[in-house]
């Protein structure tokens, strides 16, 4: 009952705020208004999976967010609707700040999100865990029209809108390089930064699966942007 009626007052607090922004008597900070563009320079926050998700439809929001970043990318033309995995609203990305082992495809939400995580994220846990930055991700692809583990039948992946990424591993501004595969399973400063990456992946991106998660990710972190919310 206790927890039902704190349920309810939360809920009314949030009426009445979405009531106030819509009326124009209550002014909030743009990282706390649903309807301010996403900006991602500023930490993400609980509104931050929402902002993702209405870029999915909107190229000009979606353009709006990449302005804010130094992600590189190209816009891709939608493919044909009666594609087998249909893309809308995809773009390459080319790299930014970080370099990539390769290009890849990825949906506006997607995107985003990736800038999100190289800037809050990834930087921060190199600089912490080893006093300088991280200059490429390694990474096993996006797109790929397919099933979930590949199956004959079944729900279809994320890698089929090209909403998810799966990252294999790190190279450091001095050279060496920190593997998903190989250093997740050690006890030192590596595996203490994969997982500090790890974690740090959930404020932005919808599911986080790493080697915790199962055997099929035993040699990358899979993130991506679709419906459902899970770190592991």
């Not at 206790?2 to 007052?9: A, T």
């Not at 209550?26 to 990282?31: C, E, F, G, I, T």
Request: contains cysteine; hydrophobic residues 45%; charged residues 15%.
């Amino acid at each position: 009952m206790r927890f039902l009626k704190g349920f309810m007052v939360l809920a009314l607090l949030v009426g009445v705020a979405v009531l106030g922004v819509w009326r124009g008597w209550l002014v909030l900070p743009p990282q706390w208004n649903p309807w301010a563009p996403l900006d991602v320079r500023v930490p993400p926050n609980w509104l931050t999976r929402f902002k993702l998700m209405a870029l999915r439809n909107d190229p000009q929001l979606c353009d709006q967010a990449l302005a804010t970043s130094r992600l590189r990318v190209a816009r891709q033309a939608d493919s044909g609707v009666n594609s087998d995995c249909p893309l809308t609203n995809v773009l390459r990305v080319q790299g930014g700040e970080v370099a990539l082992s390769s290009s890849f495809l990825a949906s506006c939400p997607l995107a985003v999100a990736y800038a999100l995580f190289e800037h809050h994220t990834l930087q921060p846990a190199a600089a912490a865990a080893y006093g300088q930055a991280v200059t490429r991700v390694d990474h096993l692809g996006s797109f790929a029209c397919r099933n979930m583990y590949g199956r004959e039948s079944g729900s279809r992946s994320q890698h089929a809108t090209a909403s998810a990424l799966d990252i294999a591993g790190f190279r450091l501004a001095n050279g060496r390089t920190v593997s998903v595969l190989r250093d997740w399973p050690k006890d030192n400063a590596d595996a203490q930064f994969l997982r500090q990456v790890r974690d740090g992946a959930c404020d932005m991106f919808s599911v986080v699966l790493s080697p915790d998660y199962n055997a099929a990710h035993r040699n990358h972190f899979h993130l991506d942007v679709g419906p459902w919310w899970i770190c592991r």
